[in-house]
């Protein structure tokens, strides 16, 4: 049975930092293009960021980008996302998931939630100003 975890999570004070890590158990990462998603109350799930089964090659959303940073480890198995300067509107559930069946970020639909298989239960992030 193929369980992925989100962890890191927490409150921060505006301009302050979180490092979010997701790892599983049943399956292996390397293999797969990962992504982190954000969802907040009321809103669609939004993804932020991707990145290809090397860790050479990502992507981010225009609302992330110089200010988090997507990683890898794959000796550990685990996802990360650095999240630096962290804004109110950053507040929500972070979740990650690997994109199905392809080891890289597909150009186009990186950002689309059914891209994507293996979701974890997500982790909250609140940003207070």
């Known amino acids: 049975q193929v369980q992925v975890v989100e962890s890191g999570g927490g409150l921060a004070l505006a301009g302050g930092s979180l490092r979010l890590s997701c790892t599983s158990s049943?399956?292996?990462?390397?293999?797969?293009?990962m992504g982190w998603f954000r969802q907040a109350p009321g809103k669609e799930r939004e993804g932020i960021s991707c990145?290809?089964?090397?860790?050479?090659?990502?992507e981010y959303a225009e609302a992330v980008k110089g200010r988090f940073t997507i990683s890898r480890d794959k000796a550990r198995n685990t996802l990360y996302l650095q999240m630096n300067s962290l804004k109110p509107e950053d507040t929500a559930t972070y979740y990650c998931?690997?994109?199905?069946?392809?080891?890289?970020?597909?150009?186009?639909?990186?950002?689309?939630?059914?891209?994507?298989?293996?979701w974890g239960q997500g982790t909250q992030v609140t940003v207070s100003s």
């Open positions: 998931a690997a994109v199905r069946e392809l080891s890289y970020c597909p150009r186009d639909s990186w950002r689309v939630v059914s891209v994507y298989g293996y």
């Open positions: 990145i290809n089964w090397t860790g050479v090659s990502t």
């Open positions: 049943g399956l292996r990462f390397d293999r797969y293009a």
